[in-house]
């Protein structure tokens, strides 16, 4: 047994043993999050793509010939997961009495486990159906089976939002070659896979990708960005409010997956292709935005589409364009993909306008958007400026805790510091404007009040100046950030003078809401019946409960009571031994407790002026959101009626935030 799956069953019968231990559950989610993402739940619960592909399996198998030789061979299901597709093919050749064994097979040690346990449990015995522990490269039927075989049908579900990622073409090649029958009719379900993409509207997205920092000469961009060793980032348009295609869908390339000549030429050498997209609006390119067709018998009648209107479980590819382009209705905007085995990468000039090759800074995406939240930058200087107008003192320390790691808080602060000069210069106070004028532009200078040295400096000239300390309490996925916690904790601990001293933020209130939402739930646990499987009872115990980087605005949901405060000060909360505490919050319409979604408040100073990482006043900073899911309690339980009550108990471990619900009043 793989050791993740090891983990797992350790901290099962712990939870058996202790269900209410909160750091064991917190050990076993993330051990279940390393051993299983979290899109499968999403993917399971896609009953159009599951409705799809079990009507194209039935159809396809019916077709094949009923020859003697070809009626004994067996139906692989390739990177098999719960072994949904096997059971699919099980059933359908047990109707059509073909009397077809069924092999599956799968690389992760834990998903062939439950893939195994799933097609037992859902009534198909080893006799029917045999699940392999192993990559279909290393699928040697004689040593598992007894005998080697080739394969009249193989049906896989492999592709990621860009259809290539997870190595398809690559792994159908080499089935083609090993694994399916040369008899006339064997097959690969899905039969071809046609890939298009159009020209893509977005400030937000393009926000995430290229900040407006350049430090020591270098770009501050994402690895979609460069597109190198990640050719392209995933996300979902329909959340972001300002996506905008303008341009129809183009087609890139078809991809014949019954065609070995097609799959060969992909694996062993690369093409180029251009791509013209005819724009149908006026507006600013600043991406492309690449989905696929997924035909799943040849006669097409069957086809999955993950376009940006679409509602299925896949997200779209985003490769970010270097500039962004002025286009009008009619324009044709030409633009070159390399293409191979590993899909599609945007061919770019990444030359200074000298020629050079250009040199970057790469960091993740969302603290890209941190960068370019000019609204926050712009909102916590000002209670800067107020402190340094009411201080005598000769010389000052800037202090802004790391986002990433502690090589990257010049980066990120640099900005900041900009901004702060510009505040300096327009309220007049000269001495700070000299000081960052002075200290900042030397960038060996600032590496000394960097995050190495702030907590562990002997210099005693540096305890001579007031501080201001400012650290990103909440990350960008819209979680605390345990990181920024313990360092402000450190920092205050070392940073003792007698000078004056500002630590922003003041406080961070943490707020919420109760919700009822199918989608939640459905991104987070199988939900019901999978195809009239029940694959729910085996994987849900390996659900997960922390929901992070959540675009609540984008999220089917009904609210059930109004927004309440968790706790007035969460930092201070953070530095006291775990509390006992109890919410009682009123029901404002009856329904099914799903989550707690919650966000923070974060003060600058002691008034009532606070940023939240919500939606407020119509500002939309660069946080998400995340929420809490009661994805291990039942739903019968978590049912509410309206003018009721909810006793909810809230948790504080290990900077996460989690919740119990303890009991629920009547009105």
């Known amino acids: 047994m793989d050791l993740p799956s090891y983990s797992l069953q350790i901290f099962r019968k712990c939870l058996r043993l202790k269900p209410d231990c909160i750091s064991t559950m917190l050990s076993f989610e993330n051990n279940c999050s390393q051993a299983m993402s979290c899109w499968h739940f ?13 009507q194209a399996i039935g159809k396809t198998l019916a077709q094949l010939p009923a020859t003697l030789a070809f009626s004994s061979l067996p139906v692989l299901d390739l990177g098999s997961g719960t072994s949904l597709l096997a059971m699919m093919a099980a059933r359908h050749t047990k109707k059509l009495q073909q009397h077809r064994e069924i092999h599956a097979c ?28 192993c990559s279909s490269f290393d699928l040697k039927t004689g ?19 860009g259809f290539f990622g997870e190595g398809a073409i690559k792994s159908l090649y080499h089935a083609h070659m090993h694994l399916l029958s040369k008899l006339p009719g064997a097959c690969i379900l899905p039969a071809r896979a046609i890939i298009k993409c ?15 920092i350049v430090h020591n000469r270098r770009p501050v961009v994402s690895q979609a960005w460069v597109g190198n060793d990640e050719r392209y980032s995933a996300e979902r348009l329909s959340e972001f409010p300002d996506a905008e295609l303008l341009s129809e869908g183009t087609e890139v390339t078809v991809v014949d997956l019954n065609n070995f000549e097609e799959l060969e030429a992909l694996v062993s050498s690369c093409r180029r292709a251009t791509v013209a997209m005819r724009a149908t609006k006026d507006g600013e390119a600043h991406a492309i935005v690449q989905w696929f067709r997924l035909e799943l018998d040849r006669e097409a009648e069957f086809c999955i589409e993950t376009a940006p209107s679409s509602t299925y479980c896949w997200q779209q590819a985003i490769y970010p364009l270097r500039d962004a382009r002025s286009v009008r209705e009619g324009d044709v905007v030409d633009v ?9 990468r945007m061919v770019k000039d990444l030359r200074d306008k000298n020629g050079l090759q250009l040199d970057y800074h790469i960091i993740d995406e969302g603290y890209i958007a941190r960068l370019n939240d000019t609204i926050y930058l712009l909102e916590w200087l000002p209670a800067i400026v107020e402190f340094c107008k009411g201080v005598e003192w000769k010389l000052m320390g800037l202090v802004i805790s790391p986002t990433i790691d502690g090589t990257e808080v010049l980066q990120s602060t640099h900005q900041d510091i900009r901004n702060l000069e510009q505040l300096c210069k327009d309220e ?120 992070s980087d959540l675009t609540a605005d984008s999220v089917p949901h009904r609210r059930l009571t109004s927004e309440f405060v968790v706790w007035d000060d969460v930092i201070a909360e953070y530095q006291s031994s775990e509390s006992e505490r109890t919410l009682r919050v009123r029901v404002s319409e009856s329904g099914r407790l799903d989550a707690v979604l919650f966000w923070f408040r974060i003060f600058q100073d002691d008034s009532d002026k606070s940023i939240s990482t919500g939606k407020s006043d119509g500002k939309r900073y660069h946080w998400n959101q995340a929420a809490f899911v009661f994805t291990r309690t039942d739903a019968e339980s978590r049912k509410v009626e309206k003018g009721g009550e909810i006793v909810l108990k809230p948790i504080l471990h290990d900077a996460m935030i989690m919740f119990r619900l303890v009991e629920k009043l009547k009105s």
């Not at 690389?107 to 699940?131: P, Q, V, Y």
């Not at 159009?198 to 407006?212: E, T």
């Open 198 to 212: 159009a020209l893509l509207q977005s400030a937000s997205i393009r926000k995430r990708h290229i900040s407006p």
């Open 428 to 547: 007049n106070i000269a001495n700070l404007h000299h000081f960052l004028q002075t200290h900042f532009v030397d960038q060996n200078y600032r590496k000394r009040i960097g995050y190495s040295q702030v907590c562990d400096v002997e210099d005693a000239h540096f305890h001579k100046w007031s501080i201001i300390l400012s650290t990103d309490i909440v990350a960008p996925d819209g979680m605390l950030s345990k990181q920024a916690l313990e360092w402000r904790m450190l920092a205050m601990s070392r940073l003792n003078t007698p000078f004056p001293k500002l630590v922003l933020p003041t406080r961070v209130e943490v707020r919420a809401e109760c919700w009822e939402s199918d989608e939640l739930l459905s991104r987070c646990q199988v939900v019901g019946s999978t195809s009239g499987f029940d694959i729910a009872s085996l994987l849900n115990p390996y659900c997960m409960s922390c929901f």
């Open 336 to 344: 070159e993909f390399d293409l191979d085995a590993d899909g599609l």
């Open 106 to 133: 799968e690389a992760s040690h834990f998903m062939s486990t439950i893939g195994a346990e799933c097609a037992r449990h859902n009534g198909f015995d080893d006799s029917m159906l045999k699940t392999f522990n």
């Open 42 to 54: 999403h993917m399971l619960n896609d009953n159009n793509r599951n409705t799809l592909y079990d």
């Open 143 to 161: 040593d598992m089976v007894g005998r080697s075989v080739r394969y009249s049908l193989l049906v896989c579900e492999v592709f990621d939002c």
